[in-house]
Structures are given as structure tokens and as C-alpha cells.
């Protein structure tokens, strides 16, 4: 199996497994004399399968993640630099939209309110991190369909 069909499968277990704890909570209780639409023995047993499925796979992707090595990083390492570059994204573009809402001045004698930051600028540097964190996911990915696990 490849890397990246692991990272679909672990994903496809944490949407079912929250489904599973949907459709438990929803049958956790019931009405003296009736049943349940489900039974919460049955849902609890495949629960537990699929979180034991994804324990061992979790571990698996982390394992070959640790061991895969790219460019002289691991894929580990890539990965931390890919969320590390989302984190100074968002933080820039906020900053970015933050600094370009300057008040308009209906008159000469209101306050007149300037950026503090160089927006041009920031723009620019957010333009770079997001063409970089492009460049970083398209390896992550790349190695991803290559790896196996």
C-alpha cells in the first residue's frame, strides 16, 4: 500500500468513526418499551474496529514518515515545514487585510488613519510563502504516491 492511500484510509476512519459516535449518542437512549433504531452493542463493536484499525495505521504513516527522507529532510520534517508555512500565512493575510482597511475621511479635520505595516511588501512576502508552501505540499505528495508503507 502506498503512503498516500494510508492517508485516505486514516481519513475515511476519523469521518466514520465520528459517524459511529453520531449514531451511538442518537441510540444511547430510549423510551421505556421501545428499541433502539440501532443496536449500541453492535455500533460499540465497530467502533472499536475502526479505532484499532486506525491506531496501527496511524502508526504505520508515522513510522514511514520518520523513516521516508527527501532532499535531506524526512517527511516529517516537510510536513512541519508545510504547517508552519499555513501558520505564517494565515498570520500574514490577516495582517495583510487588517492594515489595508484604512477609514475614509469624509472631511480634512477627522482623523486620518494609516497602515503601520508595508503592505505592498507583506504582500509580497505572503505571495512567496504560498508559492513555497505549493512547492512543499506538491513534494509531501509526490513522495506520498511513491512511498509505500
Known amino acids: ?34 428499541k433502539t433504531a440501532e443496536d449500541p452493542a453492535q455500533l460499540m463493536a465497530e467502533l472499536d474496529g475502526c479505532i484499532a484499525r486506525l491506531e496501527t495505521l496511524i502508526g504505520q504513516i508515522n513510522l514511514t514518515n520518520s523513516k521516508t527522507v527527501v532532499d535531506g529532510l524526512t517527511l ?10 499555513k501558520v505564517r500565512i494565515e498570520a500574514w493575510r490577516s495582517l495583510v487585510n487588517a492594515a489595508s482597511q484604512l477609514a475614509r475621511r469624509a472631511a480634512r479635520t477627522e482623523i486620518k488613519i494609516l497602515s503601520a505595516v508595508d503592505v505592498p511588501q507583506l504582500q509580497k512576502q505572503l505571495d512567496d510563502a504560498c508559492a513555497e508552501m505549493r512547492r512543499v505540499d506538491d513534494r509531501i505528495q509526490e513522495t506520498n504516491w511513491m512511498t509505500e508503507l
Request: charged share 30%; net charge neutral.
Open 76 to 85: 516529517t520534517e516537510w510536513i512541519a515545514r508545510r504547517d508552519a508555512l
Open 1 to 34: 500500500m502506498k503512503l498516500a492511500q494510508a492517508l485516505q484510509e486514516r481519513a475515511d476512519l476519523n469521518r466514520r468513526i465520528e459517524q459511529l459516535n453520531t449514531r451511538l449518542i442518537n441510540n444511547a437512549t430510549v423510551q421505556e418499551g421501545e
